[in-house]
C-alpha cells in the first residue's frame, strides 16, 4: 500500500502486540497482522490518535490507543461464542499512531481526517483508537471523503455530544453537531442513532434539540427494557437509510463503570460488556460498515486494566463481524 509522503509522514509506527503465552496450537492477534507497507491491499486496520486536548472531563485518553494496544496481547483469533476464526482469509495490519498535535485541536483534526481519508479510500475497514471524543468529526468526515454518498452514524455514549460549544471551543462534546451542521455532506439527522445515552450527564436544550432536528436517541433505560438486538436493528435500519457507508463511534463511558471505569466520564447504568460485544458484533457485519472509533479509554484511571481489556474484546469483535461481512460477500 502507498499513500502520500505528507501521510506517511504522519504515520509513527508502533511495535505489534506480544505474545502473552506462546502456545503452537494457539494462533494470536500478532500472528495475522500484515506490515501495511508490503501488502497490496488489507482488509482491517488499526490506527491510533493518542490526543485528548479536548476532553471535557478528567485526561488521560491520549494514552488509549497504547493501553488497548497492550491488552490485544490476551487475543486470540479464534472466539467459541460466535465461532469466529481470523486466522485464515482475512488480513489485519497497525498504521501505527497518527503524529498529533497536543496543543492545536483543529490542525490535529485536519491532520486525522487527512490520514483516514486516504486509507478509506484504499476500501480498508478501520479501527480508530482515541483519543477523545472530539475526534469523531475528523474519522467521520474522512469517510465522507471517500464514498460517493451519503453515510449513517451509529454512535454508543453516554453524552449526547451534540454541545454547540465550550467557551466557543470545539470539545469532545461537539462532534456530532459539527457532523450535521456541516456546509456540505453533512450527516443526516435521520441516519444519526445515538444509543446508551445515561445518567444525569445532558441537558434538556439538547435533547430537545436533537428531538427537533429528528436525531434518533436511545437510552441505556430502554436499551437495557427492549433488548440489544431489538435496538441495534433499529439503529441500523436507520443509519443505512439511503446512505453509501455507516460509521460506528463509541466512547467507552456509555458502558456501565463497572467494566470500564478507566475512562474521561465514568457513569453507572449505562451499557453491560455483554451488550456493547454484541452491539459492535452485528454493526461489523452490516454490508455498509466501513468504520470504526474507540475513544476515552483513559489507562492512568482504570482498574486493573479493565477498561483497555474490554475496549480490546470490543476491537478483536469488530474484527470478527468484518470478516463474517467480507465473508458473506464472497458468497
Not at 504522519?10 to 502456545?23: F, I, M, S
Not at 486525522?112 to 478509506?120: A, G, R, Y
Request: hydrophobic share 40%.
Amino acid at each position: 500500500m502507498k499513500f502520500s509522503s505528507e501521510v506517511e509522514k504522519l504515520l509513527l509506527e508502533v511495535p505489534k502486540p506480544g505474545n502473552w503465552v506462546p502456545d503452537e496450537y494457539d494462533v494470536g492477534l500478532r500472528d495475522i497482522m500484515v506490515d501495511w507497507r508490503e501488502a497490496e491491499r488489507v482488509d482491517a486496520g488499526i490506527i491510533g490518535i493518542p490526543f485528548d486536548t479536548a476532553v471535557m472531563g478528567r485526561r488521560g485518553c491520549r494514552f488509549g490507543p497504547e493501553g488497548v494496544r497492550s491488552s490485544l496481547v490476551f487475543s486470540n483469533v479464534y472466539e467459541p461464542g460466535i465461532d469466529m476464526d481470523l486466522s485464515t482469509g482475512f488480513s489485519v495490519t497497525d498504521f501505527g499512531n497518527i503524529d498529533v498535535l497536543q496543543t492545536d485541536v483543529l490542525g490535529t483534526h485536519e491532520r486525522v481526517e487527512k490520514v483516514l481519508t486516504e486509507i478509506f479510500r484504499t476500501g480498508t475497514t478501520l479501527v480508530a483508537i482515541g483519543g477523545d471524543h472530539s475526534l469523531a468529526y475528523p474519522d467521520a468526515k474522512a469517510l465522507i471523503n471517500a464514498v460517493k454518498g451519503r453515510i449513517g452514524v451509529i454512535m454508543i455514549d453516554g453524552h449526547l455530544d451534540v454541545r454547540i460549544s465550550h467557551h466557543g471551543e470545539v470539545s469532545s462534546g461537539t462532534p456530532f453537531r459539527r457532523l450535521v451542521e456541516e456546509p456540505e455532506r453533512a450527516v443526516l439527522p435521520k441516519n444519526l442513532v445515538e444509543l446508551g445515552i445515561n445518567g444525569w450527564l445532558n441537558s434538556r436544550f439538547y435533547m430537545d434539540w436533537c428531538r427537533q432536528k429528528g436525531i434518533t436517541v436511545i437510552p441505556a433505560r430502554q436499551v437495557h427494557k427492549q433488548g440489544i438486538e431489538e435496538v441495534v436493528n433499529q439503529a441500523l435500519e436507520l443509519a443505512s437509510d439511503g446512505t453509501e457507508a455507516i460509521f460506528l463511534s463509541i466512547d467507552i463511558d456509555g458502558l456501565d463503570l463497572g467494566v470500564a471505569p478507566g475512562t474521561c466520564a465514568p457513569n453507572p447504568g449505562g451499557l453491560s460488556s455483554y451488550q456493547a460485544l454484541e452491539a459492535v458484533w452485528m454493526i461489523a457485519q452490516h454490508p455498509l460498515t466501513r468504520g470504526f472509533d474507540l475513544v476515552e479509554v483513559a489507562p492512568s484511571l482504570d482498574v486493573a486494566n479493565l477498561t483497555s481489556i474490554m475496549a480490546a474484546a470490543m476491537v478483536m469483535h469488530f474484527l470478527g463481524g468484518t470478516k463474517k461481512r467480507l465473508d458473506n460477500k464472497k458468497t
